[in-house]
């Protein structure tokens, strides 16, 4: 018996942030991010070294739509960690200047005192990261 | 079209004992510091939460952006 879905982005959404320990929701990709909250998550994210996926939202104005209603947060990007909202770009450069976004995603913060201020977006800061996840669209 | 001020307002009378200051030069993209009594012993996540729902259905439509810090009074 398959199972019925009425939500199928929904639930996508849901399992991406599942299977994905850390996520990030933006808007482009990482190698060019479409917004410049979006291009500061990144460039937070990418200088602590740790891996992350990302979505792009973009494509379809339902995912951002039903990410909302799975995380009640109204803005893009949203940075999901262990399948928790940590939050979007405002809090994710505030912990990355105090280090505790090291801290949260389980890396090692550099030696000495807290990274400060947060590196200029666009600028490469870190390799290449893993390529964005994107969300099928198996509404057609 | 909200101005800073009227954020700022709108802030200070949702939160009890909140201090606001707001800045949006063009009416669209706001920034804006909040210290309140009501985020101690909140996440940072909860108190930004606590005024973004102060706008609940507005962020991403008359105000396209609001950047946001939140901090204890101190």
């Known amino acids: ?140 | 079209m909200p101005t800073a001020d009227d954020l700022k307002q709108r802030i200070e009378a949702a939160l009890p004992g909140a201090h606001a200051d707001v800045e949006g030069p063009d009416g669209v993209h706001f920034q804006a510091v909040v210290s309140s009594p009501a985020f101690a012993g909140k996440s940072r996540i909860e108190q930004h939460r606590m005024v973004m729902d102060v706008f609940a259905g507005e962020l991403g439509g008359a105000i396209h952006a609001l950047s946001l810090k939140t901090k204890p009074p101190s």
């Open chain 1, 1 to 140: 018996m398959s199972e019925q879905s009425d939500n199928p982005i929904r639930e996508a959404i849901a399992e991406a942030i599942k299977d994905n320990d850390v996520i990030l929701f933006m808007k482009g990709n990482p190698d060019a991010p479409a917004c410049g909250f979006s291009a500061r998550a990144v460039a937070a994210l990418q200088a602590t070294g740790s891996p992350f996926a990302a979505v792009d939202v973009l494509p379809d104005p339902r995912i951002r739509q039903e990410l909302s209603g799975i995380s009640g947060w109204p803005t893009i990007p949203q940075l999901f960690v262990g399948g928790e909202l940590l939050g979007g770009s405002d809090i994710i450069v505030e912990m990355y200047e105090s280090g505790e976004l090291h801290e949260a995603l389980g890396v090692e913060a550099p030696a000495g005192e807290a990274p400060g201020e947060a590196p200029v977006a666009g600028e490469p800061v870190a390799p290449a990261q893993p390529a964005p996840l994107s969300i099928e669209n198996r509404l057609g």
